[in-house]
Every structure is written in structure tokens, then in C-alpha cells.
């Protein structure tokens, strides 16, 4: 199962929305409501920002929210802050239990 | 509050294996699955496999198929990633994390993670 695919970089001003798009295939992405976002910093464990497309874990603030069509899920960030700036990685079930991560986004807040 | 602790760091030969604990506190361990990821240096994350909860069913990616083998003990709470034939390109930061429960699809929600083994492969 190959990695699903994310930009490598983004970029955006503190204030402004940014969204890092995963895109997968019909077998994966498109075919299930499963897919997550993790947000990490160098050095730590990721974080769980959204999970199942669009849902957000007590705590997150309502900044993140997720979002696919078809066979490309979604992240976007509004308002962004300068604590944003990390890596992201999209998440996905991808049939017979397995999962996969997608190649990971670094967000700069310029 | 939930915890998950991994054993430490780890020096590896070329074709040894290695074995990470991951041993969990603050909430039923049969409640839910813990799945295995890792990240090489400056690389991104990688799903390994994973251990139900409830019958402790495993299941693995294709890459690692047949050189990884997840475990638990139940009595110990405690979760197991054995790795063999172990190469250079293994060298990585392993991580386990605690998914969201026995429901279909809580694989999606790791909301609880260990802090992470350091395995490096190096003759």
C-alpha cells in the first residue's frame, strides 16, 4: 500500500486559512469515512487533530476541521497561529485492517 | 489518566531483532486496539500493524509481513513489537498508540501515544 499523497510544504500568514489536501484512491480515501489528521512538532508524538473525515477531539480548537470529496480528504486551518506551525499527516483505512499514513506536510506560518 | 510507557532506547546489529514494550495504565487494556507506527530520521510516519483489544486479533502491513510479530500480556497490560532481520533502513523512532475503543473504525482515532523507542541498526 503506498503512501497517500499531501504536499510537501504550505505555507500561509498568521490570520489566514491554509488546506493540506491527502489524496488517495477509490480503494481507500474514497471508500471509507476514515480518514484522520495528525499533527506533529520535532521531536514528539503526533496528535490527533481530526478523525473519521471530519470529526475534532475535546480540546482541539474548532481552528481545525476536516472535510473529502471523493477520493481527497482534506485538512484546513483558519485563523492560523504561529503554535500551528508543525508537520501534518493524513490517515486512512485502506481495507483487510490495514492502514497507511500519508507523506506528511511541514506548515510554515510565515 | 491514560498512559502508555515503551521500553528504551535500543542498539541493534544488522539481522538481529529487536522487541518493544509498550506497557499501558489508566483504563481497560482488552477496551482497545494498539497499533504500532514508526518514523524514520527526517522521514514520515509508517503504520506497522496493530493488536485488537477484546480477542487480541493482529494484523500487519505487507511490508513488514514476516518479520514483524505483535503480542500482549493481558495480566501486564503490556503491548509487544518484535522486529527480525533488522537493517540499517529500520533505524527509527517506534511508537505505539492507543486507538479510540471497540467500535468499526476507531482505528481511525489514536488519541494516546507512547513517547516513542529509538531503534538504530548499525554493525
Known amino acids: 500500500q503506498s503512501a497517500l499523497t499531501q504536499p510537501a510544504s504550505v505555507s500561509g500568514s498568521p490570520g489566514q486559512s491554509i488546506t493540506i489536501s491527502c489524496t488517495g484512491t477509490?480503494?481507500?480515501?474514497?471508500?471509507?469515512?476514515?480518514v484522520s489528521w495528525y499533527q506533529q512538532y520535532p521531536g514528539k508524538a503526533p496528535k490527533v487533530m481530526i478523525y473519521e473525515v471530519n470529526k475534532r477531539p475535546s480540546g482541539v480548537p474548532n481552528r481545525f476541521s476536516g472535510s473529502k470529496s471523493d477520493n481527497t480528504a482534506s485538512l484546513t486551518i483558519s485563523g492560523l497561529q504561529a503554535e500551528d506551525e508543525a508537520d501534518y499527516y493524513c490517515?486512512?483505512?485502506?481495507?483487510?485492517?490495514?492502514?497507511?499514513f500519508g507523506g506528511g506536510t511541514k506548515l510554515t506560518v510565515l | 489518566q491514560v498512559l502508555l510507557v515503551q521500553s528504551g532506547a535500543e542498539l541493534k546489529k544488522p539481522g538481529a531483532s529487536v522487541k518493544v514494550s509498550c506497557k499501558a495504565s489508566?483504563?481497560?487494556?482488552?477496551?482497545?486496539?494498539i497499533h504500532w507506527v514508526r518514523q524514520a530520521p527526517g522521514q514520515r510516519l509508517e503504520w506497522m500493524a496493530w493488536i485488537s483489544g477484546g480477542n487480541g486479533n493482529t494484523k500487519n502491513s505487507q511490508k513488514f509481513q514476516g518479520r514483524v510479530t505483535i503480542t500482549r500480556d493481558t495480566s501486564a497490560s503490556t503491548a509487544y513489537m518484535e522486529l527480525s532481520s533488522l537493517s540499517p533502513e529500520d533505524t527509527a523512532v517506534y511508537y505505539c498508540?492507543?486507538?479510540?475503543?471497540?467500535?468499526?473504525?476507531?482505528?481511525?482515532?489514536?488519541?494516546?501515544w507512547g513517547q516513542g523507542t529509538l531503534v538504530t541498526v548499525s554493525s
Open positions: 498508540a492507543r486507538d479510540g475503543g471497540s467500535y468499526y473504525g476507531s482505528g481511525s482515532l489514536l488519541n494516546y
Open positions: 489508566g483504563y481497560t487494556f482488552t477496551g482497545y486496539a
Open positions: 477509490s480503494s481507500d480515501v474514497g471508500s471509507y469515512n476514515l
Open positions: 490517515y486512512s483505512y485502506v481495507g483487510s485492517s490495514t492502514w497507511v
